[in-house]
Every structure is written in C-alpha cells, then in structure tokens.
C-alpha cells in the first residue's frame, strides 16, 4: 500500500501541525477546511513555527462542497464535542478502502466511531503534542512533544497502518509509530490528560505552579493515582514506566506545562471537559473509585460551562 491518499479534517493545530509535517515530506496531503480558512491557505500556505524547524509552503485543499471519495486515510483532530459534525463532514470522503485515524482526547469517540462506519474502517490513535494556531493563521509548535502513534483496533499490525508510518518516517518535527497495542495506549493518555487537564482547570495555573503550593504536588499526584486505578478497572492499567514518568512530570515545580483545557478556559471556549474528566468521573462511579479531586475538577468544568452558555463570565 504506498502513495496514500490523506485527508486531513481541519487545518487547525494538531491537524496543521502533522498533515503540514506529512505535505512538507511530499505526502498526497488535502485539508478539509471551512471556506475562509480555505481561502488563507490557498493564499499564504500553511504555516508552522516550531523549534524543529519552521515551515510555509502550499497546501491543498477543499471545502465540504467539493470533497471527493478515494483517501487511503482520514486524519481526524477535532475536539469531541464537534465529533457528530465531524462525521458527516467526512463521510462523503469515506469508502471502501478508507482508514479514519482520531486523535481526539478520551477514548469514547471509537464507539461512536465504530457505529457510524463500522470497526474495521476506524483505527485507534493518540497525538501527543502541544501546539496552537495563533490568530494570523500560524500553526505554533509549543514546546518539544511531537509524537503521533496509532494501530488496529485488533492490534494487527497491517499494511495501512505500516504504510502510514513509512509515510511519516521521513517527517520532519514527527516522530511516528505503528502500535499493536493502541487502546493501552490511550488509555494511559487518557490518565495523563484527565490528570493534567483536571488539575490545571480546576487550579487555573500550570503544572509548575500547582507543584509550588503547599499541598499541590500531593493532589497532583493523587489525582493521578486515581485516574490509573480507573483505567485498570478497565482493563488497562498504566505500565510501570508510564506512571514513572507522569509523577516526574506532576512533580516539577519548574514545569510551565499547561494544557489546552485550560487555554480554552481562558478564553471563554467550550471544552472537552465531559468526554476526559467527566468521562473518568463516570467510570469512577461505575467500578466504585473514591475520586474527590476529580469530582470536584468534574464540577468545577460543568459549573465554568454553565456560566459560558449563559454569557456569564
């Protein structure tokens, strides 16, 4: 399987970041993108600052008007909350031979996924990354995180997912992985994201800052601890390795880590909020985990969106 056909759905940050990776190394690349947005690329390129080396250069493109049929794959980086219009912007573009790779934070969009196209058209992904697209229509690479991986559903390693990654290997700023064990994988990103994402919103204050409280570190860590006796529960518990490198990375008081929950936060934008910290709430209630922290970042995220709706921040 060579010369994929990539659609990417949205030129925004992760999706700019990586299909402007793939298009940079010479991949058939196209983004489906709104009209102005369209109009942006078609004029200035797509643009990407990062410390691994900065790009522009032309893209393609198309609006939801124009798409055809025929993409080997369908790279999907929304947020959950657009995944409904998500899946019938792409559907026109989904046939056969079509391998639709999210990225989305959690892992409750692979059902919904599954129902709308069936399981063997829905691969399982994780992006990890920090990156923004900043109002001149730069794609802004944010710190050193440049890591897609991704794998069948059924942990086969096939052809497409081993074409993917041949497709990624010679990208620059990208370090790509065909994985046979992609719902591990998302699981522990799921328990690092509603960990850092839960305690940032919750303190309004990155990483670094929280660790330098009196108590901050501890909680952190907490938190941590309970989200992975959640993922265990379901069959997922993090490796060893895993759980190392996060209570390093929730122990840093020189950390400026932040997370782009709470960027939405602060600018008055809607969040995923229900599908991480929410959804890991859910299940704590499910598999009987006594999760306070999380509880209350939970709350915290449904009160913020209550006074969003209303116009009341």
């Known amino acids: 399987m060579t010369n994929l056909r990539i659609l990417v759905l949205g030129a925004g940050g992760t999706g700019g970041y990586f299909g402007g990776r793939l298009a940079e190394a010479g991949a058939d690349v196209t983004f489906l993108v709104r009209e102005a947005r369209a109009a942006a690329l078609r004029r200035d390129g797509l643009r990407i600052e990062s410390q691994f080396g900065d790009a522009s250069h032309p893209v393609q493109v198309v609006t939801q008007d124009a798409i055809g049929s025929g993409y080997d794959i369908v790279f999907l980086s929304c947020k959950a909350y657009d995944l409904d219009s998500a899946i019938a912007a792409i559907r ?3 046939g056969p031979q079509t391998a639709i790779l999210p990225v989305l934070n959690g892992v409750g969009h692979i059902a919904v996924l599954n129902a709308a196209f069936g399981p063997g058209a829905v691969l399982g992904g994780t992006a990890k990354i920090q990156v923004t697209l900043v109002p001149d229509g730069t794609v802004r690479h944010l710190n050193d995180w440049r890591f897609l991986t991704f794998g069948e559903q059924d942990g086969a390693m096939s052809d497409r997912v081993l074409a993917l990654a041949a497709a990624c290997a010679p990208c620059k700023g990208m370090v790509a992985e065909a994985v046979p064990d992609i719902a591990q994988r998302m699981w522990e990103k799921l328990v690092h994201v ?45 490796s060893a390795a895993f759980m190392e490198t996060y209570r390093a990375t929730f122990s840093d008081s020189a950390s400026m880590y932040s997370t782009s929950m709470l960027r939405d936060i602060e600018r008055g934008a809607a969040t995923e909020g229900a599908h991480v910290v929410g959804f890991m709430q859910r299940e704590a209630g499910v598999h009987g985990v006594a999760a306070p922290i999380l509880d209350l970042a939970a709350t915290h995220l449904q009160a913020y969106d209550q006074r969003r709706q209303a116009g009341r921040l």
């Open 194 to 238: 509603a960990t850092s994402a839960g305690m940032t919103c919750l303190m309004r204050a990155n990483v670094g800052e929280i660790v330098r409280t009196e108590q901050g570190r501890a909680q952190l860590l907490d938190l941590l601890a309970v989200n992975a006796e959640i993922a265990a529960r379901n069959g997922h518990p993090p």
């Open 92 to 94: 026109p573009a989904v």
